[in-house]
């Protein structure tokens, strides 16, 4: 798989047809359906919870079963507060960013159709040199155009409306891939592109494959949680993003070192499974996919953890892409380090046997790596 690019025009097609669809968490299920078209020629059949997890599975049958998965939700707003002349108050739905917030377009989403406001703030004229206030949660707000609470209802906005940025997908300088939802809206995208490539190839898979696109990541690895418990897998590969920590104003002592384009990146974390790990590394070198590497403490932050800790014990490894300016609207990646994770997953999947053992106590492990 060395060479020219493993992704084509249909790819790329889905690719921003599936960035372009909002999917704010506890909302997923229009990006998930666009996301189950695409996948739907490479499986053989779709699983799907009451929550929005979607679950394409290759050879059903099988009794050993290996997960593949990304988070499909992207973090948002809520509508929480209208006041009387018609400004509205938010709260998160995730990890949204109040510091980008000011001066953004935004799509709130009503029965009665997206209604389009703006975050106002004021102008640099008007702030106090003095005392002047940073963003904050309490002090952001939308306007919609109106002037009373009584017309903001009107348009179908009231409290619990969720809010979504509506930035696109585009490409800088030939190779980086930016939007907002990024994170991790890749992870579908690349797991979908393994299974592609598994038909494509002809490749036939000893264990059954479940190609899992959880919701509600961002709020605590919720779907994650529940269909695990579904599925039952034997063994978990999981992707995420992760920062590039190479632009200003982050400290690489205390977030590591890693860059787009430098290669995936892996973790190292009580919740991974080192063997498994250490699987994808092998497969990695025989490949000369190149990757990097970042140890991420108590846990991983992603549903790495919650596959690890389910069903007794599931073992699992966390592949990462590196990502400059997370859960902002202008999140980028690195085109080949997209390539590379899904080539790291497919070449780990045909070392994968059935039955495949990773208990310490049957591998000889002896040194601690």
Known sequence: ??????????????????????????YEWNGQKVWMDYLKPYVDEFITDNYGTAVGVINPDAKFKVVIEGHADEISWY???????????????????HQIAPSKKVNIHTKQGIVTGVFGWPAIHTRSKAKEQPPKLDNIFIDVGCETKEEVLELGVDV???????????????????????????GGFMIA???????????????????TNSVQEEIGLRGAEMITQTIKPNVAIVTDVTHDTTTPMIDKKSNGDAAIGKGPVLAYAP?????????LMDAADAANIPYQRRATSRSTGTDTDAFAYSNGGVPSALISLPLRYMHTTVEMVHRDDVENVIKMIYESLLKIENN??????????????
């Open 1 to 26: 798989m060395a060479g020219k690019s493993i992704l084509n025009n249909k790819s790329l097609d889905f690719l921003e047809k599936y960035l372009n669809t909002a999917s704010p968490t506890g």
């Open 160 to 186: 619990g409306c969720v809010i979504t940025y509506p930035d696109e997908f585009f490409v800088l300088n030939k190779n980086k891939f930016v939007c907002r939802a990024l994170d991790n809206r890749m």
């Open 271 to 279: 919740a991974i499974q080192n063997n498994l790990r250490n699987l």
């Open 356 to 369: 495949h053992d990773f208990n310490y106590f049957n591998n000889g492990n002896d040194g601690l790596y």
């Open 79 to 97: 509508v929480n507060y209208i006041t009387d002349d018609g400004l509205i108050y938010v709260i998160r739905n995730g990890g949204s960013d």
């Open 193 to 211: 592109e393994v299974a592609r490539l598994l038909k494509e190839n002809k490749q036939s898979l000893d264990f059954g494959l479940y190609v």
